[in-house]
C-alpha cells in the first residue's frame, strides 16, 4: 500500500501538435490501494482549460466517409475462382498499402478503396479477369513518377530481405506484375508510411491510421475480408519473426478467405480471427480484446490451478482457499475428464484457438482456462495414487481480487528472502528498481543468489538490478527492426546491448529460474542475468515470445498484436519460440506436486550448496 504526498501536486508538459486525445490519471504498479487528490493538469505551462485548441488538419480518414455504414457486400458462399482471386487481391492490396506513394502519403483512403474493387473482382469470371480489374484500379490512382533519389537495400546489416519475389510470378500476368514492379522500383529512399511508423528509440512498428471502426455490424463480408488483409499484411511486411511461420503464409490466407468472410456473426468472426491469429505462433499475437470467446468459454470455474506437469494436467493449487476443504481435489490430481470427455481430446479440439510460440506455453494457457464453464456442478474425472475416480465439484465465480495469478510458479512470501546463511532468494513478482542495491546489500556473504522468474517482473529491472551481477560490461542482446523504405526487410539494429557494471557487485554463484509461464519481458531479463559471470538458468523451455509489442486496431473494435522487433542474443542466436534454453533442465513431477516440494527450487539449491548438501537438507530450504 502506498500513498501520493501530501498538497498538491502538479503535472505538465509540452503539447504535440499531431496528438489527437489526452490521457490523464494515476497509474498503481502491483497490489494495494493509491489515494490521488488536488491534482493539476498542465498543457504548455497553462491549466488545460486555458490551454490553446489546435485543430487537426483533416485526413483523407476524415474526409472520405462513403463506406461508415458498411461495406455494403454480403456473402454467402465463395467459389474457389472467387477464393483464389480474393488471395490475389488481398496481396496486391497490402503491396500498395506499403508501397504506393498516394497510399504511403496518406491520400487514399485505403481501407476504402478496398471496399470499391470488392465487387468488381468477385464478379470476374477467372484469374485473368480478376488481374485485369485490378490492373484497371491501380491505373485509376494514376502514373508513379520515377524516384530522383530511390530508395536501395542496405545488405550489410540485412536479417530479413523483402518478400517481393513474387511480383515475378507468372500468375500475376505480365501486366499486372510490370506495373508492380515500376511501383517498387521507384520507392523514394525518404519514403514515410501513412499507416505504420517506428517506434522511436524502439523500433517496433506502431501501426497509426488503423481504424477500429466500433460500429460495425456483422455479417459484413468486406469489412471481414479488410480484417484478413490487414492482419496478413502486417505479418508480411512488418512482423520481425516472419521467418519462423510453420506454414506458407500464402497458403494461410488462401485457407482463412472463406473462413473469414463468411463468418456469419460476432462469435464465429472472433473465433476465426483467434485460429488465424494462432497460426502465427507468437505468444505476444492474439485477439486480446476477445479472449471470452476462446473455448472453453463461461462465467465460472472450478477453483483449482492447474499446470500441465509429465504432459498432463495437475491440480496445483486452489484459487479459493475457503472451497478447499468441501472441493474433493487434492494437489497432485490429475484430470484426466470433464464432463464425461476426455482432457486428450479437449486439449486437441481447443489448441487452435490458442495462440502461443511453443507447445508449453499453449499448454500453460489451456491450463489456465481448462475448468471454465456454466456456473452449477460439473463432473470431473481424476487420477490419484494409481487409482481412478468421478468427483462431482462446482464451478463458481472468478477468483477473487489478490489471488495468486495463476500461471506463476515462485515462491509464496517475500519478494527477498533469506533460505539460510549461505543462500538468497529474490523473486521478480514483486520487486522494485529502486531496492535493487539493497537486494544485493542483502544478499552479500551468501554462496549464492536465486531469482525467481518463473513470473512477470512487476518492474523494468534489466538494468537497475542486472548492473549489480556483473564485473564489466557485459553484452546480453541484440535486435532487428523493419525498415519504412524497404517493407518487409528487417535489419540488425546496431551493436548488441551491454549491461554496465555498478556497485555493489554480487559475486556469488547465480540460480536464475524459469519455465513456461515466463514470458516476454521475464524472457528479455533472464537473457541479460545470464550473462553474469557464475550464472546458470534452471529451469525449462520458457515462452518464447520477446520483443516489444506492438497493438493492432481490428474491425469490430478488436484489438490483436504481435512481438513488434525481434530479439536475439549477441551472436545472433535466435529466442522467438525457442525460448530460453536452461543450462540445468529441472521439471516438476506428479509426486514433487502430491507432496509440496519445489523441484527446480531444488535444482536450484543443489547448484548453489554442491554436493556436501543432502537431499533432505536441500528438499527442507525449498519448502521453508
Known amino acids: 500500500m502506498f500513498h501520493d504526498h501530501e498538497g498538491p501536486s502538479q503535472t505538465g508538459g509540452k503539447l504535440e501538435r499531431s496528438a489527437k486525445r489526452l490521457f490523464f490519471g494515476a497509474l498503481a504498479a502491483g497490489v494495494g490501494k493509491v489515494w490521488v487528490d488536488d491534482l493539476h493538469l498542465l498543457l504548455d505551462g497553462r491549466p488545460l482549460e486555458g490551454a490553446p485548441r489546435i485543430e487537426q488538419p483533416k485526413t483523407v480518414l476524415d474526409l472520405d466517409k462513403e463506406f461508415d455504414a458498411g461495406s455494403g457486400i454480403a456473402l454467402k458462399s465463395l467459389s474457389k475462382t472467387q477464393v483464389d482471386n480474393l488471395a490475389m487481391l488481398g496481396k496486391v492490396w497490402g503491396f500498395l498499402k506499403y508501397h504506393h506513394p498516394l497510399v504511403t502519403a496518406g491520400r487514399r483512403h485505403w481501407d476504402y478503396e478496398l471496399f470499391r474493387v470488392l465487387p468488381r473482382v468477385l464478379a470476374a469470371a477467372d484469374g485473368p479477369a480478376a488481374r485485369s480489374v485490378v490492373q484497371q484500379w491501380i491505373k485509376s490512382l494514376g502514373d508513379v513518377s520515377a524516384c530522383t533519389k530511390c530508395a536501395s537495400l542496405q545488405e550489410g546489416d540485412l536479417h530479413l530481405r523483402p518478400p517481393v519475389t513474387w511480383l515475378t510470378d507468372a500468375k500475376l500476368g505480365l501486366e499486372l506484375a510490370g506495373t508492380l514492379r515500376a511501383i517498387h522500383r521507384n520507392r523514394p529512399a525518404d519514403q514515410r508510411q501513412f499507416y505504420v511508423s517506428l517506434v522511436p528509440n524502439i523500433g517496433n512498428p506502431s501501426f497509426d491510421h488503423e481504424l477500429g471502426y466500433t460500429n460495425l455490424k456483422l455479417p459484413d463480408g468486406g469489412y471481414q475480408l479488410l480484417t484478413l488483409y490487414r492482419l496478413w499484411n502486417i505479418i508480411e511486411y512488418w512482423f520481425p519473426y516472419r521467418d519462423l511461420l510453420e506454414r506458407s503464409w500464402d497458403e494461410e490466407l488462401t485457407a482463412f478467405i472463406p ?6 456473426d460476432a462469435r464465429i468472426y472472433k473465433e476465426e480471427l483467434l485460429a488465424f491469429i494462432a497460426t502465427i505462433h507468437d505468444t505476444h499475437a492474439n485477439l486480446w480484446s476477445s479472449l471470452d470467446v476462446r473455448p472453453p468459454v463461461g462465467p465460472c470455474e472450478i477453483p483449482v490451478t492447474l499446470r500441465f506437469i509429465e504432459n498432463q494436467p495437475v491440480v496445483s493449487g486452489y484459487t479459493n482457499a475457503q472451497s478447499r476443504p468441501t472441493l474433493g481435489l487434492q494437489r497432485g490430481d490429475v484430470v484426466t475428464a470433464l464432463d464425461g470427455v476426455p482432457v486428450t481430446q479437449l486439449v486437441e479440439r481447443w489448441s487452435p484457438f490458442y495462440a502461443a510460440s511453443n507447445q508449453p506455453r499453449r499448454l500453460n494457457d489451456i491450463a489456465m ?33 489478490g489471488a495468486t495469478p495463476p ?33 544485493i546489500e542483502a544478499a552479500a556473504g551468501t554462496k549464492g543468489l536465486v531469482i525467481d522468474i518463473r513470473n512477470y517482473p512487476s518492474e523494468f529491472v534489466v538494468f537497475a538490478l542486472g548492473s549489480h551481477l556483473v564485473d564489466r560490461a557485459t553484452e546480453f542482446a541484440r535486435f532487428t527492426a523493419g525498415d519504412p523504405a524497404n517493407p518487409g526487410a528487417f535489419h540488425w539494429g546496431g ?10 557487485h554480487y559475486g556469488g554463484k547465480i540460480a536464475i529460474l524459469v519455465d513456461e509461464s515466463s514470458l516476454s519481458q521475464a524472457e528479455y531479463t533472464t537473457m541479460a542475468f545470464r550473462s553474469a559471470p557464475n550464472a546458470l538458468v534452471v529451469g525449462s523451455t520458457t515462452a518464447g515470445a520477446d520483443g516489444n509489442v506492438s497493438p493492432i486496431p481490428l474491425p469490430g473494435g478488436l484489438r490483436a498484436a504481435i512481438s513488434g522487433i525481434g530479439v536475439f542474443y549477441p551472436d545472433k542466436k535466435p529466442t522467438q519460440r525457442i525460448g530460453i534454453v536452461a543450462t540445468i533442465e529441472a ?5 514433487g506436486i502430491r507432496s509440496g516440494r519445489d523441484e527446480v527450487l531444488e535444482a536450484a539449491l543443489r547448484y548453489i550448496l554442491g554436493s556436501d548438501a543432502s537431499a533432505a537438507e536441500i528438499e527442507r530450504l525449498a519448502k521453508q
Open 407 to 439: 500461471g506463476w510458479h515462485d515462491r509464496p512470501g517475500g519478494t527477498f528472502q533469506k533460505l539460510s546463511a549461505d543462500v538468497a532468494y529474490l523473486k521478480l513478482s514483486s520487486i522494485k528498481a529502486s531496492e535493487a542495491g539493497a537486494y
Open 259 to 264: 473462413r473469414i468472410a463468411l463468418a456469419g
Open 369 to 401: 482456462s481448462m475448468t471454465r464453464g456454466p456456473c452449477g456442478t460439473v463432473s470431473i474425472g481424476v487420477s490419484r495414487d494409481g487409482g481412478s475416480a468421478e468427483l462431482k465439484v462446482e464451478r463458481t465465480p472468478q477468483p477473487s481480487p
Open 495 to 504: 551493436p548488441p546491448l551491454s549491461l554496465p557494471p555498478t556497485p555493489p
Open 587 to 591: 521439471r516438476p513431477t506428479i509426486r
